[in-house]
């Protein structure tokens, strides 16, 4: 095969083809949308396929906007400082002809760096918030790390107050606040103190942190505990896991029989392209596992609900790794006996000690019941 690529194409053409994926089993191949996960199309994402160079900078920033523990319109708010399309400062000034100078001091420029940080009204807010910060010497190169700081907890912020609020909650409140306070006083030429822009800010920020504690305990009131089914223990079980570091991940599988009793556990480093990718193969290796120990009658265990669900319904989430969703089904469909299933990680700390252990001192091979033993109980 590899001489006739070599024969038919050039050097590199040829290694690129060598490295094509054969599907297993004489499975046909098929057109997938490269852009959709599990490679359906879709007019969606077709058009996020067209306008993906109009997208702008990629950034784990937009990700991180949106677990800050802020109310909705405070994450659209910082999306639009991120952005920098707030209409202030040389924006209206080239639409409107207004005035350049900032609205609350009459003095520094009316720009967001300065309405947040360096403006007297903005610095008597931070300096005198619980976190004492100095604002006026910060400086940003662009917005992107403005958001930044705003989100994350500096170095230079002293820890508030136990049941206070987070820094990035506070820093989000204050710099909408001041945003609300400058429009308020452009608009209406409201005169306000410093004082109350940081209490209305303080006051949102543990408003909020509040709503979220009455709705989770009104969840609590309302739902019934999540339940996991109880399974007959079978003559073989397989528990799973894998420990992502990189492109590397370190997988791990351990057996018990229907007694609880150890059989036997083994860890393996394998190149991944995400933990999808790193769980699928922590269960192939648990697969290859049971065929060297003849198993008719077996369950395999694994916290990964996505794949675990995959598995289940034959069906392939993710269309470049399909080969090994193709290989996992295949074993299934052969051996009637076996089963997968999903279980909280908490029930499936033996496999995931043991993969996190593998990945801190490299080990990739069969282990034995005792080195297995000190990381948790091996009872059922």
Avoid at 3 to 25: D, H, K, T, Y
Avoid at 229 to 245: G, H, I, T
Avoid at 357 to 378: D, H, I, K, Q, Y
């Amino acid at each position: 095969m590899i001489e006739s690529l070599a024969e038919w194409f050039n050097p590199r053409v040829g290694n690129q083809i060598g490295r094509v994926e054969l599907l297993s089993n004489g499975d046909k191949d098929k057109l997938i949308w490269r852009d959709s996960t599990d490679g359906s199309f879709l007019v969606r994402q077709a058009y996020l396929s067209l306008i993906k160079p109009r997208l702008g900078m990629c950034s784990n920033v937009w990700k991180e906007i949106w677990k800050v523990p802020v109310h909705e319109r405070v994450k659209l708010f910082l999306w639009k400082v991120c952005k920098d399309i707030l209409p202030c400062g040389s924006r209206l000034r080239t639409v409107f002809g207004n005035d350049s100078h900032c609205v609350l001091c009459s003095d520094g420029e009316d720009s967001i760096p300065h309405l947040f940080f360096h403006c007297p009204f903005a610095r008597a807010c931070w300096f005198s918030s619980p976190f004492g910060i100095r604002s006026e010497r910060l400086v940003f190169g662009n917005m992107l790390e403005l958001v930044n700081w705003i989100i994350h907890t500096p170095p230079i912020a002293p820890p508030c107050s136990s049941g206070g609020p987070s820094f990035p909650q506070f820093a989000a409140y204050l710099c909408y606040s001041l945003w609300n306070a400058r429009n308020k006083v452009f608009h209406s030429g409201s005169s306000l103190r410093p004082q109350d822009v940081l209490s209305n800010s303080l006051k949102m920020v543990n408003d909020f942190i509040a709503s979220k504690f009455r709705i989770s305990m009104e969840r609590l009131e309302v739902l019934d505990p999540p339940c996991q089914p109880q399974l007959a223990p079978k003559d073989f079980n397989f528990f799973s896991d894998a420990a992502v570091r990189g492109s590397w991940a370190f997988v791990a599988v351990v057996v018990f029989n229907k007694d609880g009793a150890f059989v036997e556990a083994l860890t393996a480093k394998v190149s991944v392209s995400s933990a999808l990718h790193a769980e699928s193969l922590a269960l192939c290796h648990a697969f290859s596992l049971s065929l060297k120990l003849n198993c008719k009658d077996a369950s395999f265990y694994t916290d990964c609900l996505q794949l675990a669900n995959a598995v289940r319904n034959f069906s392939i989430p993710v269309w470049n790794i399909s080969n090994i969703f193709l290989h996992l089904f295949s074993y299934l469909k052969m051996n009637s006996g076996l089963g997968v299933f999903w279980l909280p990680r908490d029930a499936n700390s033996v496999a995931h000690k043991l993969a996190a252990w593998a990945a801190m001192n490299n080990v990739s091979r069969v282990c034995t019941e005792g080195e297995v033993a000190p990381l948790v109980a091996t009872g059922w």
